[in-house]
């Protein structure tokens, strides 16, 4: 410290001038990302604050205004007492549905996607280009066309309006995003490493679960936010092929939202869409900086 | 004694490009047959065939007096070490070295006891907990070499197991595989372009150029009667000196008559020089070139030189002149009294001269 001052007081002077420019210049961003922050929370707000609110207060209230009376009627409604149509279970069920698609729809995408990725990267045949290229073609078909063959197919394979029917349609459409994750992952993975092992004995498989699968976690990791994200906020397929009893929570949740009838009871949309986003926003919060470094990771080096 | 490797005609193409073209070689056992060429000249890829990683196109490779044309990696009785090391980079070193073994059902007692002899002989024992990222180069080339010790296979595949290590690193790591070879008399391919590292290991060398061979002999063939200019340039460091001339035959010998910068063309007789074309291309090593009065024998033709560049190199002194529009190098030793610009009396050793063809390089003696 007295060192520094002693060789260059002058030097002193000027760095008090920039550090104020410089704290200056961090608080003014600080602060401009405190106010996008709040810009971006304010729904959140108005959404968790209103469920919490009985409808009287809603109606004479302000929309902004904290809960005068904090209450989770409307949550309990929305879980179990909510109507969506004639039945009146609430979103309870239709999360379970939700889940009972997600769950296997992801598991398997991922699986497949993996596989897929691990024979374009590494065990390239002819043709694999073409297949590539048909395959990265299939992420970006937009919904609406592929509806009625796909409601054609699942009636022809018997799954029409069921769990499994809705799990297969989500793996199919999935499966050109995780391949294409775990492909571009293990491009990355020199090839010398596939001979390595093959000389060592192991074959196609093995070398999958000895060698890929370990290196895997941060494109799993994505693999899984992507296609869990997807699955669960679909509606459109949601709603073309589930029946009254398969339907998924964003189905569900729109008939809760459209089927009132008289007063709109906005505390109780409100509690259902938290509940109905709630596990995609938990996902994001566990493994999100896992995400973000899944899609930035290189290559392994040997 | 039956050859341990022996290719007939191989030829490999990717699709219409020949990469290999009429590949015959044949090793026996204990051999170091060592493959080297410039880059892109097909060495991996017919160390690839001879392992089986890539299927060939024509031809058959016998390993052991089978034939592999149907034989996957794994049966062959083969190890390989690769450029890259391709280390598994989850599995620790002791996992790395031991996974073939566990691939094939070898049981955990027979691991254990040859982990800890490869370990021993490759002075790893202290790295095996670690994982591959955590090591040195060195370190990780060593690992590589573990795991195709421990295979202890009919033969060795290297794919220039040492062009990732600095220069001093890579000297050790040559003597160390050369003592590796000397112990355990296994047969060995090695794939290298480093033309030292080929002399020095080598018990047979072949040297490639465009998927076809140009030589293949001991480095002492090698090195003393290159079979075409090819070869001539490529093997040996400083590079042999390549000299346009002018061949004539007379009463005692082989007239040679070089152009010289700035004087009369010398003219070197050559009593042992078979018939040879008006052209040709003088071969003759740096080593073979001295100075006039510190070495003279027999085969010594002296001559006087303008010397152009003085290169002191420690042990010898590179000494450079310029004959037959070319510039040439001689070797001469450490004390030597040649000052660039001044002229120097050479001895050019015609006992170990090479003459080529001109046209197509081909040797002519
Ligand atoms: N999979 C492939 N498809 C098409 N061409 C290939 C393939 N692999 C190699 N080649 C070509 O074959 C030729 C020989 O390649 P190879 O890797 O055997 O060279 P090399 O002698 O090992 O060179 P280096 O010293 O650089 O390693 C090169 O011209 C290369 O472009
Ligand atoms: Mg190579």
Redesign the interface.
């Known amino acids: 410290m007295t060192d520094a001052t002693l060789i260059s007081p002058r030097a002193g002077t000027r760095t008090t001038g920039q550090k104020v420019t410089r704290l200056a210049l961090r608080y003014g961003l600080y602060a401009l990302l405190f106010l996008f922050a709040l810009y971006y929370l304010l729904p959140l707000f108005v959404m968790v604050s209103t469920s919490l609110k009985s409808l009287d207060e809603i109606r004479t209230g302000s929309l902004v205004a904290l809960p005068r009376e904090v209450t989770f009627e409307a949550w309990k409604t929305a879980w179990s007492g909510a109507c969506t149509g004639i039945q009146c279970e609430g979103l309870k069920p239709y999360l379970w549905n939700s889940l009972l698609i997600a769950i296997p729809g992801v598991a398997i995408s991922t699986i497949i996607g993996a596989l897929n990725g691990y024979v374009f990267a590494q065990w390239r045949f002819r043709g694999a280009n073409l297949m590539f290229a048909l395959i990265l073609f299939g992420c970006f078909i937009p919904f609406q066309v592929v509806l009625l063959p796909m409601a054609r197919m699942l009636g022809l394979m018997g799954l029409a309006g069921s769990i499994p029917g809705l799990i297969f349609v989500h793996v199919v459409y999935g499966l050109g995003f995780t391949t294409l994750f775990f492909r571009n992952y293990y491009v990355t993975i020199?090839m010398?490493?596939v001979?390595?092992?093959?000389?060592?004995?192991?074959g196609f498989f093995?070398i999958f679960w000895?060698?890929f699968l370990?290196?895997s976690l941060p494109i799993i990791v994505v693999s899984v936010i992507w296609q869990f994200t997807q699955i669960w906020n679909d509606f459109l397929f949601g709603v073309s092929f589930s029946e009254a009893g398969t339907q998924p929570v964003t189905v569900a949740l729109n008939n809760i939202v459209n089927s009132t009838t008289g007063v709109k009871a906005y505390n109780v949309d409100m509690a259902a869409a938290i509940l109905a986003a709630l596990p995609t926003l938990l996902v994001y919060v566990v493994a999100g900086k896992y995400f973000i470094r899944g899609l930035t990771a290189g290559s392994?080096?040997? | 004694m039956a050859p341990i490797l022996d290719i007939k005609n191989l030829y490999k193409s990717y699709g219409d490009v020949k990469i290999l073209k009429d590949i015959n070689v044949a090793i026996e056992p204990g051999d170091f047959l060592v493959l080297v060429g410039p880059s892109g000249c097909g060495k991996s890829t017919l160390l690839n065939c001879i392992a089986g990683l890539e299927p060939i196109t024509g031809g058959a490779i016998t390993i052991a007096g089978q034939d592999m044309t149907e034989v996957s990696p794994k049966d062959r009785n083969i190890a390989m070490v690769f450029q890259s090391y391709a280390l598994y980079p989850t599995m620790s070193v002791a996992k790395n070295i031991t996974f073939g073994m566990k691939v094939r059902g070898v049981d955990q007692a027979t691991q254990d006891a040859k982990l800890k002899e490869v370990a021993a002989q490759l002075q790893i024992e202290p790295l095996l907990n670690r994982r591959p990222g955590q090591l040195s180069g060195g370190q990780r080339q060593r690992v590589a070499m573990g795991r195709a010790l421990v295979r202890d296979p009919a033969l060795f595949l290297f794919d220039e197991p040492l062009s990732n290590l600095d220069a001093k690193l890579r000297v050790e790591m040559r003597t160390e595989i050369k003592k590796l070879h000397q112990t355990l008399g296994a047969s060995m391919v090695y794939v290298t372009h480093d033309q030292i590292e080929a002399m020095t290991l080598a018990t047979k060398i072949v040297v490639m150029k465009g998927g076809v061979i140009q030589q293949i002999g001991t480095p002492a063939e090698i090195y003393n009667r290159p079979a075409n200019l090819f070869v001539a340039d490529f093997m040996g460091s400083p590079a042999m000196n390549l000299i346009p001339a002018k061949a004539r035959k007379n009463g005692a010998g082989t007239q040679i008559e070089i152009a010289r910068k700035g004087g009369e063309p010398l003219v070197l007789v050559d009593p042992t020089a078979p018939d040879l074309p008006a052209d040709v291309i003088l071969g003759l090593r740096p080593e073979n070139i001295a100075q006039a009065d510190v070495r003279t024998g027999e085969s010594y033709q002296v001559a006087d030189c303008l010397v152009d560049v003085v290169e002191p190199a420690g042990a010898d002194t590179y000494v450079m002149s310029n004959l037959g529009g070319k510039p040439v190098t001689a070797r001469m030793h450490a004390e030597t009294t040649a000052k660039a610009g001044q002229p120097l009396s050479f001895a050019f050793d015609l006992g170990k001269v090479s003459y080529f063809a001109p046209e197509d390089g081909r040797r002519l003696n």
């Not at chain 1, 001979?195 to 192991?202: F, L, P, S």
């Open positions: 020199p010398e490493l001979r390595a092992a093959k000389i060592d004995g192991a093995r000895s060698i370990p290196i392994v080096k040997g």
